[in-house]
């Protein structure tokens, strides 16, 4: 099931819960890459059902990736926890956990050695829809519900990373009093330029917005760090435009051969965002931090792409994922792991991983 207004967001994503002295430098997150990659060994047979709306984050001190929620083909909202290591994946049982939910952002915090989770919707775009507003963090055995005076304003797919280039949490937002407010309702604030809200230990601030900042779209964002860089790359493909009935399959409007026609890339190095202007673009793509690579990676269905800083290449084609729900660097595996999503046709989750140059199916369900 996909909807106009909710298409998979994959991004990184961080909050804090506690209290620290000191934030990691870009440099000592980098030096968390290990010299030694740990080899595949799949010994489980499970997998994750096929869900769409559902970030995949690497979890440090477990060495592992971690599932939450999701959304299947008939709109049916989860609430189940998966982690994924060497061995493959197996479920979670944590003694709390939060409501089911899909369409919400989740991210590591290297500062604070937790996942966070933010936002979502339950019956995403469908009769009886509700809104999510509030704040997770997990800690690798449960979670638990972290409060804030205030609260980000409401976007479809929420997008939060941890920054690179000012050492925060940031959630990338329209700013106060834009758009409506949950439960429910029409979002039609399309067009409107992104701000900073930062998670703190006292819960969200706004900190308005910085120079040169995207505008707001409803569609499949990311926001991940360079590799060997303090920059970050913002990358957004919205494939419906008012202007145009959508059409059934993936609501793409009219035809996109560069990626560009839907596209935006830009930068942001912790003053101010500047707009690339790529030659190609790889168009619905998962975009991830690839240390081992050493660049910004881009899966979409049947290629992946690189940034090179000013533009995005190609490197690989005809590469088995057909249908891309969510991706993770595995900093232990040394891979890329690769979620495929839901398809009306062929609705199967399969896990793929990649080294940078080979394949290889992990799970399937």
């Known amino acids: 099931m996909k909807i ?39 010994t489980s047979d499970l997998a994750p059902p096929p869900l769409d709306g559902t970030p995949l984050v690497y979890f440090p001190p477990l060495a592992e990736v971690v599932l939450f929620g999701g959304m299947d083909e008939n709109g049916h909202t989860f609430g189940d926890t998966w982690a994924f290591d060497q061995h493959g994946w197996r479920e979670l049982h944590p ?24 936002g979502g919707c339950t019956f995403c775009g469908a009769p009886g829809y509700h809104l999510l507003q509030d704040t997770w963090a997990f ?23 941890w920054d690179t280039a000012t050492g925060a949490l940031d959630l990338l937002a329209p700013p106060p009093g834009y758009g409506p407010n949950p439960p429910n309702g029409d979002f039609d604030a399309n067009g409107g330029a992104l701000g900073r809200w930062s998670w703190r230990t006292a819960g969200w601030t706004w900190d308005g917005s910085p120079s040169g900042p995207p505008l707001f779209i409803q569609g499949d964002v990311s926001f991940v760090p360079e590799p060997g860089s303090s920059r970050m790359l ?26 560009l026609l839907y596209s935006q890339t830009w930068t942001w190095d912790g003053r101010a965002f500047a707009r690339a202007t790529p030659t190609a673009a790889p168009g619905l793509a998962a975009v991830v931090s690839d240390p ?43 891979d890329v792991v690769v979620l495929g999503g839901t398809t ?5 989750s399969v896990t793929w991983v990649w080294d940078g140059s080979t394949w290889m199916t992990a799970a399937a369900n």
């Open 4 to 42: 106009a207004w909710l298409l998979p967001t994959l991004a990184l994503l961080t909050a804090c819960t506690g209290t620290s002295n000191s934030t990691p430098t870009p440099a000592a997150i980098r030096s968390q890459e290990p010299r030694v990659y740990q080899p595949l060994a799949i």
């Open 95 to 118: 003694a709390t956990s939060p409501p089911a939910r899909a369409y919400f952002a989740m991210a590591y915090d290297p500062a604070l050695r937790e996942i966070v989770l933010y």
């Open 139 to 161: 800690d690798g055995t449960t979670w638990r519900q972290l409060t804030s005076l205030h609260l980000p304003t409401y976007e479809p797919s929420p997008l939060l990373s």
């Open 234 to 259: 913002y990358y957004s493909y919205q494939p419906y435009s008012g202007s145009c009935p959508p059409m059934a399959a993936g609501f793409i409007c009219g035809s996109d051969p560069t990626g």
């Open 292 to 334: 081992r690579v050493g660049a910004v990676v881009a899966v979409a269905r049947s290629r992946v792409w690189t940034w090179s800083g000013t533009t995005w290449q190609v490197i690989a084609s005809n590469v088995p994922p057909t249908a891309i729900g969510a991706a993770e660097y595995d900093p232990a595996l040394g």
């Open 344 to 348: 009306s046709a062929n609705p199967r």
